[in-house]
C-alpha cells in the first residue's frame, strides 16, 4: 500500500525518493563541475598568451551557453520531482 499524504510514504518508498534526488542532484553537480573544468582549461591553455583571451570568447560564451541549457534542465527536473514528492505521488508517476 502506498501513502498519498502530504510526507513521505513508507521506508521504501522514501529510500527511492532519497535514490531519485540524490541521483538528481548528482547530475546537476556533474554538468557544473564539467562547465566549469571546461571554462578553466581554456583559460589555462591562455595562461602564456592572455593577448589570445579575445579570440577564445566566442567558444567561452558557447560553453557558458551550453552550461546555462543544462543547469536549467536539471534544476526544473528536480523542482518537479521535489514538487511531486510534497504533493505524495508515488515514486512510479515521477
Known amino acids: ?16 525518493y532519497d ?14 563541475n564539467s562547465g566549469i573544468a571546461n571554462l578553466k582549461k581554456a ?5 602564456d598568451s592572455p593577448h589570445l583571451i579575445k579570440g577564445r570568447a566566442p567558444g567561452m ?3 557558458v551557453s551550453t552550461m546555462e541549457t543544462k543547469l536549467k534542465r536539471d534544476v526544473l527536473m528536480l523542482k518537479r520531482e521535489l514538487m511531486d514528492i510534497s504533493k505524495g ?6
Do not use: H, Y
Request: zero cysteines.
Open 1 to 16: 500500500a502506498r501513502s498519498t499524504g502530504g510526507g513521505a510514504g513508507g521506508g521504501a518508498e522514501a529510500a527511492e
Open 19 to 32: 535514490k531519485l534526488l540524490r541521483k538528481r542532484i548528482g547530475e546537476l553537480q556533474m554538468n557544473f
Open 43 to 47: 583559460l589555462d591553455d591562455l595562461v
Open 61 to 63: 560564451i558557447q560553453t
Open 89 to 94: 505521488k508515488p515514486k512510479d508517476e515521477l
